[in-house]
């Protein structure tokens, strides 16, 4: 019968039926951080159980470790004590810990596609919703509760029913000055925060062939914002060259007997798919957010939709929050903060591209431009390339490695009631500080907002 | 986990779609590392104001409603992943939440610490808001045995899904642990295999 590429890589990973129930399905890679991962640790203690598989779990600290500064102790109590517990659980339980100073330290979902961890054909998950991300590798990666981090550190394994199967088709060639973050913006925006709902998407078509690995995990990083469990791409040669050479990767004839089993992994001709959509790239345009999730989204010209006396309680309260009014322009409007960082947009072609932008420009007076590398390899790469230097003369604070002023739980916080263009995923009441008015961007648009001071369309400083 | 077998309670009407879990405990709470204590910040910044003071508005300072049910526009519990969200809800003592719609991790999440997640439909959702509108302790009754739901003293009532294995953890107070410990013969013989794809 013919599989898709979800088929292939779950129906693999099946140790068990439960009958009239889940699926025992096996977890090949493990990610856990400081913020869900104590309390599963403290189970497997109640329990006197060991972890069953250490080696293939794999820690960092990231969600709230600060980014200056981080060779001091961490000043906040609860946080400090936060990250010490993953340090002493790691320790007692035989896990490798990538934590404060180490050089592999960083984002979970930027360390493990950078360390040759995330692999095609695996199944991944993390007590994270972001973990979506390692899907860009033809890989089933989800995020998971904290109970279910305990299941697997006990197991390897994860209950789980099947999800369905959803495929998003994009094809054409994208205008100039769009990312894959506007790809992603658009879809959802098209489909809603709910759209995937109970499924997982493959992303495919001719313009998700030609993105690069770090633009695909932008895609799939994003896909749980539309309420799937998952997105992945099916991995191809720009996957392979990815992978190649990296730290934990497979070497020499391993790495070639694994690329021909990779090459397997794809949908076959005439798999049905239980949803499907298909969009087109010319369609797209860079793409900003105007309210408090991340389907509320307009290309950076357009006027913040008027539903005209139409409008529900949701959509009222959303532009409430955010200082908004229905059928205003959001090009020129003044904002207080730039965000570049976050497991969606702080890899090194993010850093480049905002680099080139800013190059020998300055950013404007009145704003706070932080831009926060999603790994110490980023972080050390930017610097050898010289792009420190670019930064930081256009008036940018390149900051040190971890989430940030994405979920605001170290000391980054926007202030309430500020305007903040961030390359974060996320834009929920309050997510970068309570008050805090976040609007999703492009890398390219945050960099273009910053050194005008007002929501920009980068294309005006392209060129 | 504590069983579940039925409820008959009234409601916390919450009429708002969309409800992330960044809403339901914001993540400058999620720095505790056991699973208790989080009810205290449900809704922290609905709940309170600026200066920490309850909002008069927000239903869960409002004394006409009680009860350990919780009603909730559609796509309830969208987001992050944080298991902190479940143990909220359950900590301040509620035990079943209604919506129409639930996010995936979410709604697994509310599983695994003996939360029940009701899905009903739409215009049931809207029966209820409405009921309570009018009645303020309009109770509502939520029987997992027999997988129904019905609002008190009318003819109003709707059934709701739920996986067999889930209902039977549900019923019987079990967690998924304990059932695939008891898989670890099967788990390590599936190690031995090479990947087929």
């Known amino acids: ?463 | 986990m504590e069983k579940f077998i039925n409820i008959t309670s009234s409601v916390y009407p919450l009429p708002v779609e969309d409800i992330d879990t960044d809403q339901i405990i914001p993540a400058r709470f999620l720095k505790a590392t056991d699973r208790k204590g989080f009810g205290d910040n449900l809704f922290r910044d609905w709940r309170y104001d600026k200066n920490d003071q309850p909002n008069p508005d927000f239903v869960l300072n409002n004394p006409k409603y009680s009860g350990t049910i919780l009603v909730a526009g559609k796509n309830f519990g969208c987001g992050s992943s944080r298991e902190h969200a479940a143990w909220a809800i359950y900590d301040s003592g509620l035990r079943v939440v209604v919506s129409s719609f639930y996010a995936d991790i979410f709604k697994g999440n509310a599983l695994n610490n003996g939360l029940l997640p009701v899905q009903v439909s739409e215009g049931f959702l809207q029966k209820i808001f409405k009921a309570v509108e009018a009645d303020p302790k309009q109770e509502v009754s939520v029987d997992l045995v027999t997988q129904t739901i019905s609002i008190v003293g009318t003819d109003d009532a709707e059934s709701f899904e739920i996986t067999a294995y889930k209902k039977h953890c549900m019923t019987n107070g079990f967690d998924d642990i304990d059932f695939l410990i008891s898989k670890a013969d099967e788990i390590a013989a599936y190690e031995t295999k090479e990947l087929v794809f």
């Open chain 1, 1 to 463: 019968m013919a599989k898709t590429l979800f088929d292939k890589v779950w129906d693999s990973h099946v140790v068990h039926n439960v009958e009239d129930g889940p699926q025992v399905v096996y977890i090949d890679r493990h990610y856990i951080h400081e913020v869900t991962s104590p309390q599963a640790f403290n189970g497997l203690r109640s329990r006197g159980i060991p972890v069953f598989r250490p080696k293939q779990t794999i820690a960092t600290a990231d969600h709230n470790v600060p980014t200056k500064d981080q060779h001091l102790p961490i000043k906040d109590a609860l946080s400090k004590h936060q990250v010490d517990t993953l340090i002493k659980n790691c320790d007692e339980f035989g896990v490798e810990l990538y934590g404060l100073g180490h050089p592999f330290q960083g984002i979970v979902h930027v360390i493990g596609p950078e360390l040759g961890i995330t692999q095609p054909g695996m199944t991944m998950v993390c007590g994270d919703s972001h973990t979506s991300t390692h899907g860009a590798f033809g890989a089933i990666a989800f995020g998971i509760g904290t109970s279910e981090v305990e299941q697997v550190l006990a197991t390897q394994c994860i209950l789980q029913n099947k999800p369905k199967s959803m495929k998003i088709e994009i094809n054409g060639q994208l205008k100039p000055g769009v990312l894959s973050k506007d790809i992603i913006l658009y879809i959802i925006s098209k489909i809603s925060t709910s759209g995937g709902t109970g499924h997982f998407v493959e992303f495919c078509g001719d313009t998700i062939e030609a993105l690069s690995m770090e633009a695909r995990m932008t895609i799939c990083n994003m896909s749980i914002e539309m309420g799937a469990r998952g997105g992945m791409i099916a991995p191809d040669e720009t996957t392979y060259a990815y992978i190649k050479g990296r730290e934990f990767a497979p070497k020499g004839e391993e790495y070639d007997k694994m690329v021909e089993k990779w090459k397997g992994l794809k949908t076959d001709e005439g798999a049905q798919f239980d949803l499907a959509y298909s969009f087109d790239a010319a369609d797209i345009d860079p793409m900003i957010t105007y309210g408090t999730n991340p389907g509320m989204g307009i290309g950076i010209n357009d006027n913040v939709p008027n539903p005209n006396g139409n409008a529900t309680d949701n959509f009222k309260k959303s532009l409430d929050y955010m200082g908004l009014e229905a059928g205003q322009k959001l090009i020129g409007k003044k904002v207080d903060y730039v965000f570049i960082g976050s497991c969606t947009n702080s890899r090194i072609e993010d850093l480049r591209l905002v680099a080139d932008l800013v190059k020998g420009r300055k950013k404007a007076d009145h704003i706070e431009a932080w831009i926060v590398p999603g790994s110490k390899q980023v972080e050390q790469q930017a610097i050898a390339e010289g792009l420190d230097v670019i930064l930081k003369e256009a008036g940018f604070e390149l900051r040190e490695p971890g989430c940030s002023a994405c979920l605001a739980m170290n000391e980054d916080k926007v202030p309430a009631g500020a305007y903040c263009v961030s390359t974060s995923n996320r834009n929920f009441e309050g997510r970068q500080g309570p008050g805090a008015r976040t609007m999703l961007a492009s890398p390219l648009s945050a960099a273009a907002t910053a050194i005008n001071g007002y929501i920009s369309d980068a294309r005006e400083l392209m060129n």
